[in-house]
Nanobody
């Protein structure tokens, strides 16, 4: 069973940066595709970024050029570097994992709050 623990959220002014980390444990990390989702108040959960162990990456258009997803297959972590943050980035950010042979994101962290003030 996969366990995911996020860290690194907080409050920042617009234009600032935050770095979110997610620690994966329980099963073999390289067999899992990792992602960051976010959910703003009153909004649906949104997929933000995906990173597979082979290096393939996907970023949602609204954060391209500002957010970067990376993973460390030795430390079993996935990181979301967020630069030039905007108030609309305010949300709870969740780490998620799915096995590379599955389409279902079935492992989730508890989430970490990111608040960006103008």
């Amino acid at each position: 069973q996969v366990q995911l623990v996020e860290s690194g959220g907080g409050s920042v002014q617009a234009g600032g940066s935050l770095r979110l980390s997610c620690k994966f444990s329980g099963l073999t990390f390289i067999n899992y595709v990792m992602a960051w989702y976010r959910q703003g108040s009153g909004k649906e959960r949104e997929l933000v970024a995906v990173r597979a162990s082979g290096g393939s990456t996907w970023i949602v258009d609204s954060v391209k050029g500002r957010f970067t997803i990376s993973r460390d297959d030795v430390k079993n972590t996935v990181t979301l570097q967020m630069n030039n943050l905007k108030p609309e980035d305010t949300a709870v950010y969740y780490c998620a994992a799915r096995h590379r042979a599955s389409d279902e994101w079935n492992s989730w962290g508890r989430g970490t709050q990111v608040t960006v003030s103008s």
